[in-house]
């Protein structure tokens, strides 16, 4: 349901990651791969000075493939060119101290890349054996953190095991036998249920060391690989004179496969490979601000505009009064002069429906049949209310109550839920109902203009008389909705459809903001309420204007800065509550993998501010 909804909106969810890729590696000025930093070292270079970063590729010496033993001791005698960036295996050791070797050789970058191989570790701690062998077992990578069954599983029965070597440890050539999309890989031969590849995105598995006994023998438990970037923290352990200067990056498993074979495949040919590892690209201003900024004074300006309808139409009534008033003054002065007397009536004798101020028909009312008229339940003269200072008080007052509520109680979805279905019908009243009405009258379509004849006030009154539950019904329906037309119904379930489907998309998608439709349906439904409100809402007096301002000012203070400095574990309750509960309380990474999990849940933004996301900024942020 999910994937026909996203298919429908043309707007598939955007992947979040824990870690976030903000560098690149780019092989030969063509391929590029994403990359993350680390806490040590210097940064990459900048985006703008990518250009001039051109550095060759190497690997490890042969009898340190990982890079950690200490290079003072010995590998004096392996160096690197100057101008090298060195690929170099995730495992054994800590990611500060490949960089710390790797810059003691002599390279000017390092590039660690994941493994599966990293994931199994070999303790040799333990006892020497009874055979007089040295003792050991191996340490199988964690589930959940490692790896996830639910992505992909497979039962590796004994005879096909036989061709993987766990001997003190996991050996590389296991790779050729656990990776890949061909049937080689033993998982995607052995897949339970789902086919493995349909499920597992990085078409690796790890062996569990699980072992399980059916009727066909013994099998290996194997599920589905993370491959995801990591951060490269530091070493508070390692203890050195030296620092590390030189920029640290890490690559996924998946990227680190393409990496190698250009290598593999320059080493076979006797090419150079050239690298260049830089930041990405992140632009200096942020136009969505501007963006944002014109799009609010827009709706200002234009639900300014609509409030001052009734104003305009006063001023046009007056306008058109004087002309007549002139056109009949002038009629006068011509009839006089030809030697007939016309006496002009007294004000007297003006009736009070002459001397009301006149008020000029809309171009609706002028092209639309008189019988369709009254068709609609949005009325010709918009709701108004004028507010008074109790008014601004009262606001303040249930704000703040509705605040603490949502604090104490984390009921952040009685929000959505609200948001959706009310600007649902702004969303009815300012667009849907009034483009549908304006286009069947282009068409002169009357059809869907005309009320339902059993729902007109004749029809309701007549059954009513006869008595019994439908006669009850129709003229209950009628005190409460009114006259009812097939463009109200059409454009009830267009708008509460969209809400429906925004509604649905903020609970079931993680993160929602990253899709289009979210946020552009987020946006439109905000404006259509602000222009509703606004053109509701009459400030008549500049009192009413500084009360509701000066309180809303004191209102801000308080619930963002003083806050803080009030509730238990010092949290502003209106970052709280605007961050539907602050930040997730687990670990990114595992939010990365788990989006739904109870402590992966807030830091989504409530559906209060328009929301435009920043352009070209792989950052995101609005």
């Known amino acids: 349901m999910k994937s026909l909804l996203h298919l429908v909106l043309l707007t598939p969810p955007l ?3 824990a870690i976030l890729p903000t560098a690149i590696v780019q092989i030969n000025n063509d391929i590029s791969l994403y990359a993350s930093q680390a806490s040590f070292g210097s940064s990459p270079p900048a985006y703008s000075d990518r250009a001039s970063i051109q550095w060759g590729a190497a690997l490890p010496p042969s009898d340190d493939a990982l890079l950690c033993s200490d290079t003072a001791n010995t590998n004096n005698n392996v160096n690197v060119a100057p101008g090298v960036a060195m690929v170099v295996p995730r495992g054994e050791c800590s990611f500060q101290r490949k960089a710390l070797n790797a810059q003691k050789m002599g390279a000017s970058a390092i590039i660690i890349y994941g493994t599966l191989s ?53 050996n590389a050539q296991n790779d050729g036998f656990l990776s890949g999309t061909s049937p080689q890989n033993l998982c995607v031969q052995h897949s339970e249920e789902a086919p493995f590849l349909e499920k ?12 399980v006994t059916t009727p066909q023998g013994l099998t290996h438990k194997a599920c589905c690989a993370w491959d995801l970037h990591v951060w490269l923290y530091g070493d508070s352990s390692l203890v050195e004179d030296e620092a590390v200067v030189i920029p640290a990056v890490y690559i996924t498993m998946e990227e680190s496969e393409i990496l190698l074979d250009v290598m593999r495949g320059a080493s076979d040919r006797g090419d150079p490979v050239t ?89 609706q009312e002028r092209t639309t049949p008189v019988n369709s008229r009254t068709t609609s339940n949005v009325s010709e003269d918009p709701e108004s209310l004028e507010l008074t200072p109790m008014h601004a008080l009262g606001f303040i007052v249930m704000a703040s109550i509705s605040l603490l509520v949502l604090f104490f109680f984390k009921i952040y979805n009685v929000v959505k839920i609200m948001y959706a279905f009310g600007c649902s019908g ?56 009114g006259p009812i037309a097939p463009v109200d119904i059409v454009s009830v379930i267009l708008s509460y459809g969209m809400g429906a489907s925004w509604l649905y998309v903020a609970f079931t998608v993680p993160h929602p903001d990253t899709l289009v439709f979210y946020w552009v349906v987020q946006d439109i439904f905000g404006t259509c309420m602000c222009i509703l409100f606004l ?14 301002l000066t309180v809303a000012f004191f209102y801000d203070i308080f619930f963002v800065f003083v806050t803080p400095l009030l509730t238990k ?12 509960g602050g930040p997730p309380k687990a670990d990114p990474s595992w939010c990365e993998k788990y989006p739904f ?10 559906p209060m501010l328009f929301a435009i996301p920043r352009i070209g900024d792989y950052q995101g942020g609005w």
């Open 597 to 606: 999990d109870a402590d992966c849940k807030g830091g989504d933004p409530l």
């Open 200 to 211: 597992c995105a990085s078409n690796k598995c790890l062996v569990t060391g699980e072992n």
């Open 426 to 481: 702004a969303f009815m009243q300012i667009v849907v109902h009034p483009g549908f009405t304006a286009l069947f009258v282009r068409m002169r379509w009357e059809g869907p203009l005309r009320p339902f004849e059993c729902l007109t006030e004749e029809k309701a009154s007549r059954e009513a008389a006869r008595g019994g539950w439908k006669g009850q019904l129709l003229m209950c329906l009628w005190d409460f909705l």
């Open 275 to 363: 690298l260049s590892v830089y930041e990405r690209y992140v632009p200096q201003y942020n136009f969505s601000a501007v963006l944002i900024w014109a799009f609010g004074v827009f709706v200002a300006w234009i639900a300014s505009y609509m409030s001052s309808g009734e104003y305009r139409r006063v001023w046009k009534g007056v306008e058109r009064q004087r002309s007549l008033n002139d056109a009949g003054s002038g009629s006068i002065v011509r009839s006089n002069a030809a030697g007939r007397s016309s006496p002009r009536p007294s004000n007297s004798a003006i009736s009070s429906e002459e001397r009301g101020v006149y008020r000029a028909p809309s171009e």
């Open 15 to 17: 992947l979040t990651h």
């Open 118 to 170: 990293s994931r199994y570790t070999w303790n040799a701690t333990t006892d020497v054996n009874d055979a007089g062998g040295e003792g050991g077992e191996m340490i199988w990578p964690a589930d959940k953190f490692d790896y996830d069954c639910d992505h992909g599983s497979a039962s590796i029965p004994a005879s096909d095991y036989a061709k993987l070597d766990f001997y003190r440890g996991y």
């Open 535 to 548: 053109s509701t809402i009459k400030l008549n007096s500049i009192k009413v204007a500084a009360t509701l």
């Open 569 to 580: 574990h010092g949290e502003s309750i209106m970052v709280n509550v605007a961050t539907t």
